[in-house]
């Protein structure tokens, strides 16, 4: 994908704006991809400057960026409750539903999402939609039942399944060994029976629809950051 200098302005804008959710003594959700990576590299700053954190990443990729920035990490052994999350979507609706996985992490950040008190989202312009499903709505799947599942998916109306590899061509396996069928839907008309029908499929790991998870979308135009909070 080539480098959009606009939008990547627009994602440090949103990411910076997410700083504030994050307070002394809190643990935090680090999120996976290109927006929550700007938000890791600030929360870096904010550490070496004193505050006071643990994070738990959604990826190994996040793992090794926190660490090097000296932030502190902690598990699911050690805390089973996240006081906040910044994360990354690949697309959000007026309802503040989201696809996310375009990183391949959207296992983990559904988990790590589940667990937090506050999931803030960051996003630039081109990810607000006014419905799901321009982008590819990656589904994770264990290897052994990837055909069956990728006919089973186009049953249920996704124009091209297609599994997804590596920029070398090699199969794309995520951190925890499977395999991810990216599922163009085109307009997701009904997104809350879409994620129930991919969850019920045996084989179906996790699915990146993610349903009434987000708190608060940052979303910045330019310098510009506009807050939409959930309604409650």
């Known amino acids: 994908m080539p ?4 939008a990547d302005q627009e994602k440090q804008a949103a990411a910076r704006a997410s700083l504030k959710f994050v307070h002394d003594g809190k643990i935090v959700g680090l999120g996976t991809g290109s927006t929550a990576a700007h938000a890791v590299r600030g929360l870096g700053e904010l550490v070496r ?10 990826s190994s990729g996040t793992r090794d960026l926190a660490t090097s920035l000296g932030i502190p990490l902690t598990n699911f052994d050690e805390v089973q409750q996240i006081d906040v999350t ?29 667990a937090s ?3 803030v989202i960051v996003a630039d312009a081109g990810k607000q939609v006014p419905a799901l499903g321009k982008f590819p709505l990656p589904v994770e799947v264990i290897p052994f039942a990837q055909a069956l599942l990728a006919k089973e998916i186009e ?7 297609k ?3 590596r920029p070398d061509g090699s199969v794309f396996v995520t951190d925890e060994g499977h395999h991810i069928l990216d599922c163009c839907f ?5 997104p809350v029976e879409l994620a129930r029908r991919l969850s019920d499929m045996p084989g179906v790991v ?12 940052l979303v910045a135009r330019g310098n510009e950051v506009t807050e939409i909070q959930k309604e409650r």
């Open 117 to 119: 008190r506050q999931l």
């Open 155 to 161: 049953a249920l109306g996704a124009k091209t399944v």
């Open 206 to 217: 996790e699915h990146g629809l993610f349903i009434g998870m987000a708190d608060v979308v």
């Open 3 to 6: 480098h959009d200098p606009k």
């Open 186 to 190: 085109g307009e997701i008309n009904d």
């Open 86 to 114: 910044i994360d990354g979507a690949d697309e959000f609706d007026p309802q503040l539903n989201l696809i996310k996985g375009g990183g391949g992490a959207l296992l983990r950040e559904k988990i790590v999402a589940s």
């Open 163 to 165: 599994p997804r590899a």
């Open 49 to 58: 400057a004193g505050l006071r954190i643990r994070g738990i990443p959604t």
